[in-house]
DNA sequence: CGTCGTTTTGACACGTTTCAAGTATAGTGG
DNA sequence: CCACTATACTTGAAACGTGTCAAAACGACG
């Protein structure tokens, strides 16, 4: 393991996997020291990109699996008239790729939010470790089972709940992921910007900026631009639920 | 439903995969004959569910992926306050137990809508062949990125379409699954309630009702309870977009 | 320092939900 | 087989939340 408080120090990041600080986080997790080496060989040289830069778009050729290191990126499909749908954001050590994983063609696309780095494992090198050491592929799919799991959360979000409930949601979501990362979880700093946001929760851009106002005003949040500072993480939990507003959108 | 040259005649569905009526839409779609015989010895002996039986719960081991046979299902998730949503809904042909793949454990529920039939594909047996034939695997890679589309699909639609798109929109999906089992896609008889469509779309009954009646009222649709007759198929097409009322909830 | 894109705020319109009632339908037991 | 009850579906009127349009404030960047 690494040292103590700051995983995200960036003078701590190596080139290989075995002393990435974000190991705990990604595919490594729970591997032994002696197949982290495998493991490693296979990661090919990162990729820096830039705010804006495609990792990959729809079509593209399955190449790899990508590990954030740094940054954050929006993976999102579009359909034929050109709608943006956002699918999720990616903080470090979190895992993208897995949309081409059926077809070997990848079937959403995927931007950096900020300047990031990536880890990418060539999936044909992946296979051939995995076959290898079994608990590496017990922990694939253990990170595919989590984006299945998310892919429900945001469908629930989207059809269940309201503007509030979900924005509450979305929050809280992003603040677990940080301390998971070690980092403080109530002092948020959003790499997205309110567009996405909204995007990503099926409302538009203003009824995210009241939101913010309103939840400021109630002294859950201290917003600031970017910069979100969580008051009163046990009134944002409350505000997740509905049952202050029960609607009855259940199945029969 | 049984007219002679009816691919859904029941006095034609036998009890091996090479002689299932339906075969050319799930897993052995592209598989050799020889290939055929490997595959149905894995399969189990089907299952018979009325309406509200369970093919699995949230938490159930994976035991097996499922094709339907007849009859129609639904799966969907519940949150720990109960509320539920649906993730789809399968008719016959159609392949269910993915969400299981990674964790070994079902993370989503199965019910059916009316009585059917079903196929069990025990996975230990399924993996052992699809190793041996890769081909199969290919094929199996292929259906459960249908799932993945269709889940990106079903989130487009609850994220940026308005009501009567979203329904408009789900009946189209309906009638091309119709068309795909060569039955009439224009003479739709819905398997599942209002509340059933209306929890999948992310609304209220009395909004779906609303919008039968409306869609009737523009001649598009002749609806009698469960069944539904598309008379204006040009029309419904239309009806999907949003260019009458466009909405900007694009991202930035 | 000016321009551009992002974010915020306000007033208003509209779609969808809510609440309430009524009608059809299917399932059940006599 | 019919009557009866529970459930599913439909319809209306009103309330509410979110979208729309417009404009201003703010910050980033050349």
Redesign the pocket.
Known sequence: MEPAANVLDLNQLRRSCSSCALYELCLPAGIGVDDLDRLDATVKDKRALDRGDMLYREGDPFEALYVVRSGALKTFVQNEAGDVQILGFHLPGEILGFDALATNLHVSQAEALERSSICELPYAKLQQVTSEVPALHRQLMRVISREVVEEHRHLVMMGRQ???EQLASFLRSLADRYQRLHRDGSALNLPM???DIANYL?????????L??RMEEMGVLQ?N??SVRILRPELLAALCRSDA?????DA?
Chains 1, 2 share one sequence.
């Open positions: 309201q503007a509030q910007s309110r567009y099926g409302l538009v851009v203003e009824t995210v900026s009241r913010f106002s917003v631009r970017k507003a029960p609607r009855r959108k029969g």
